[in-house]
């Protein structure tokens, strides 16, 4: 079964760019990778998704803001937020889906979910 780690800083300043990584493990057949967020006292938000052939999905009232890439041979992929403000706060999760699915916060629509990591945005 596929698992997921996401990683990086846990504050950042306004203005600043967010970059976090989400290293897999154990992901024998392709999957889609996503990045989803959930703001305090909030749900959860969709992001975007890369395939495993590098093309990618982004929710549009984040698209102008939002990169996601992909690192075949370290099994990462990554997610930056530019000119990030305290509304961007929250806890950032990646999961992983079979198929692509675009837009839905339900969790159990995804294969594999990682811990999350919290991000505080704040100077």
């Known amino acids: 079964q596929v698992q997921l780690q996401e990683s990086g800083p846990g504050l950042v300043k306004p203005e600043q760019t967010l970059s976090l990584t989400c290293t897999v493990s154990g992901a024998s057949i392709p999957y889609y990778w996503h990045w989803i967020r959930q703001p305090p006292g909030r749900g959860l938000e969709w992001m975007g998704v890369?395939?495993?052939?590098?093309?990618?999905y982004y929710n549009p009232s984040l698209k102008i803001r939002t990169s996601i890439a992909r690192d075949t041979a370290k099994n990462q992929f990554t997610l930056q937020l530019l000119s990030v403000t305290p509304e961007d706060t929250a806890v950032y999760y990646c999961?992983?889906?079979?198929?692509?699915?675009?837009?839905?916060?339900?969790?159990?629509?995804?294969?594999?979910w990682g811990q999350g990591t919290q991000v505080t945005v704040s100077s």
């Open positions: 999961a992983a889906s079979k198929a692509l699915i675009l837009g839905q916060t339900t969790k159990n629509t995804y294969d594999s």
């Open positions: 890369i395939s495993y052939s590098g093309s990618t």
